[in-house]
């Protein structure tokens, strides 16, 4: 399985930012896809996590009414729209996978991993 993370950037308090997840390797039906954040000197944190076959979502509570997780399964794609954005988003983003239909939350549960995608915002 291969992540290959897209889409970070520099933006201001209050903007927003989209960014994408394209996997491969194998059919990812069965595969939960997830979105965690590091931060300097901080812990891999979970953000938002997708069940591929229907859609599931769950989400931090510090982001939830701002960020949305999404797929599209003809792209193999995940998405995370990111409104609202504060400093204390700014991050390296990673996309994640595992099979199985837990949305877990808990970094090493999770099997592959993107390169990470560096998001900042400014105040």
């Known amino acids: 399985v291969q992540l290959q993370a897209s889409g970070g950037g520099l933006v201001q308090a209050g903007d927003s930012l989209r960014v994408s997840c394209t996997a491969s390797?194998?059919?990812?039906?069965?595969?939960?896809m997830a979105w965690f954040r590091q931060a300097p000197g901080q812990e891999r944190e979970f953000v938002a996590a997708?069940?591929?076959?229907?859609?599931?979502?769950d989400y931090v509570d510090s982001v939830k009414g701002r960020f949305t997780i999404s797929r599209d399964n003809a792209k193999n794609t995940v998405y995370l729209q990111m409104n609202s954005l504060k400093p204390e988003d700014t991050a390296v983003y990673y996309c994640?996978?595992?099979?199985?239909?837990?949305?877990?939350?808990?970094?090493?549960?999770?099997?592959?991993w993107g390169q990470g995608t560096q998001v900042t915002v400014s105040s």
């Open positions: 994640a996978a595992r099979s199985g239909s837990i949305l877990n939350t808990n970094w090493y549960e999770y099997s592959y």
């Open positions: 390797g194998r059919t990812f039906s069965n595969y939960r």
């Open positions: 997708i069940r591929w076959s229907d859609g599931t979502t």
